[in-house]
């Protein structure tokens, strides 16, 4: 409980732009954390994320973000249309992604989805590639996976499909999947 604690100040710290930049220090210790610790950790990187929202405006963010998104949403080989547009409203409703034109987002999402839909395996390269371009930026490659790790979150439970791709996300963005507790 004392290290969900100090997450929650971290959390606020960032808030407050004290250090915004260097949040190293998301570990969680011990695996098979239920959902409770998992929601909290969503709640904490969703802070983090609208902390950082007026350094993510770039165009390597946005896409990497949608390739992000449709990744997890694909992360269990499909999407059927309910899930494409539960996570397209998370995509349009989330404060930092609306830095950037909802037409922008819904293209880039709606053209990963469609590649990972016709080849999962084929999509998920290109994903992959896209996600890899934010990787030049630390600040950006961490909020990709905050991102992604927001959208799995969101219905309460991240499937070990997601956390797999959220995984192989932080692997080609050079970020510590331990940050993450993954």
């Known amino acids: 409980m004392a290290m969900w604690d100090r997450i929650k100040d971290q959390a606020k710290g960032l808030q407050q732009g004290q250090g915004a930049r ?8 011990g695996s098979g954390s ?11 990187l969703k802070s983090q994320l609208s902390s950082l929202k007026t350094e993510l405006k770039s165009g390597a963010y946005r ?5 992000m998104c449709a990744l997890v ?4 080989g499909s999407v059927d ?16 992604l609306q830095n950037f034109p909802p037409e922008q987002l819904r293209q880039r999402f709606t053209k990963h989805v469609d590649q990972l839909t016709a080849n999962f395996q084929h999509g998920k ?18 909020a990709v996976v905050q991102t992604g790790f927001v ?5 309460g439970y991240i499937a070990p ?15 510590s999947p331990q940050e993450f507790g993954l």
């Open 73 to 76: 949403a694909a992360a269990d």
């Open 125 to 142: 390269t290109e994903a992959m590639q896209e996600i890899a371009k934010a990787a030049k930026k630390p600040t950006e490659a961490k």
């Open 161 to 175: 499909a997601e956390e797999q791709v959220l995984r192989e996300a932080c692997a080609a963005l050079n970020v």
């Open 22 to 29: 260097g949040s190293g220090g998301l570990t969680r210790s």
């Open 81 to 96: 249309p309910a899930e494409r547009q539960h996570v397209e409203t998370l995509i349009l409703q989330n404060d930092v």
């Open 34 to 44: 239920g959902g409770g610790s998992k929601t909290q950790l969503v709640g904490v």
């Open 63 to 67: 896409d990497a973000s949608m390739a």
């Open 151 to 155: 959208v799995a979150g969101a219905d």
